[in-house]
């Protein structure tokens, strides 16, 4: 085994490991899942969003994002309804409850990232940033065509109506 590749891939790994603590922390402290969170975020980014380019976006299997989004809509977060230009498929809105509580949760969110990144320099972020962009785009060639479609920074709440 080539100990370089071993080395990188073993960073990268650790270095995921380490933020989905930091997050799942976060989260639990909000009384919701890292899958709930993101399936809120990205439902608001793009309203009526159609149920399987949410699939894609949350990368994982289409009953996976059925039932996260069951569950979801019980707690009246997210709605869902048939799309009336193809009826096989459903789109997906956010309530304003599941806004509400994506924005109170945002806040801390944005505290943890720059809590986390804040000990990095703006040359070593972008570096970093590089790098990891040729990793990611190596290791999924659809990446570059996704982030075109969905926008790079997928994390930013992209309307005007945020409350700070």
Known sequence: MDLDKLSLFESIKSSFLHIDAHEKALLTRHNITLPRFFTLLHVYNNPGINQMDLTALMLCTKGNITRILQGMEVE?????????????????????????????????????????????????????????NCIENTLNPKAPETAMKTGKHTLVLKREDVVN
């Open 76 to 132: 009246k977060l997210v709605e869902r309804s048939e799309n009336p230009e193809d009826g096989r498929s459903t789109l997906v809105n956010i309530t304003e409850s599941g806004q509400a509580l994506l924005f109170k949760i945002y806040k801390d969110y944005e505290g943890l990232i720059s809590e986390l990144m804040g000990k990095f320099t703006p040359e070593q972020l972008k570096k970093y940033s590089q790098d990891l």
